[in-house]
Nanobody, 124 residues
Framework: QVQLVESGGGSVQAGGSLTLSCGVSGRGVRNYAVGWFRQTPGKEREFVCGSSRGAADTKAVNSVEGRLTIFRDNAKNTVNLQMNSLKPEDTAVYYC?????????????????WGQGIQVTVSS
């Protein structure tokens, strides 16, 4: 049974930084493509960043490119999201997800395992 638990969320002022961590148990994270998504009330879950199974291919959507970066720590079996230069519009519940496919996708329905979500609030 694969389980994901996010940590590292919280409140920060605009321009600040946070690092979200997603701990994976049950199987090695290197076996999966991974993605970070976010969701605000009344909106669909939105893809933010992704990493292919071997981490050779990563993606960040335009709105976060250069500010949010996905990276893996295979030794700790975690997937992390480094968040810099945060803006109020980054406020959301953030989710990590794993997929058995070889590379990331922007489609949430293609991911097999999900964390419970963690709140990030950026104040102006």
């Amino acid at each position: 049974q694969v389980q994901l638990v996010e940590s590292g969320g919280g409140s920060v002022q605009a321009g600040g930084s946070l690092t979200l961590s997603c701990g994976v148990s049950g199987r090695g994270v290197r076996n999966y493509a991974v993605g970070w998504f976010r969701q605000t009330p009344g909106k669909e879950r939105e893809f933010v960043c992704g990493s292919s199974r071997g981490a050779a291919d990563t993606k960040a959507v335009n709105s976060v490119e250069g500010r949010l970066t996905i990276f893996r720590d295979n030794a700790k079996n975690t997937v992390n999201l480094q968040m810099n230069s945060l803006k109020p519009e980054d406020t959301a519940v953030y989710y990590c997800a794993l997929a058995t496919m070889s590379t990331w996708s922007t489609r949430a329905d293609l991911y097999n395992y999900w964390g419970q979500g963690i709140q990030v609030t950026v104040s102006s």
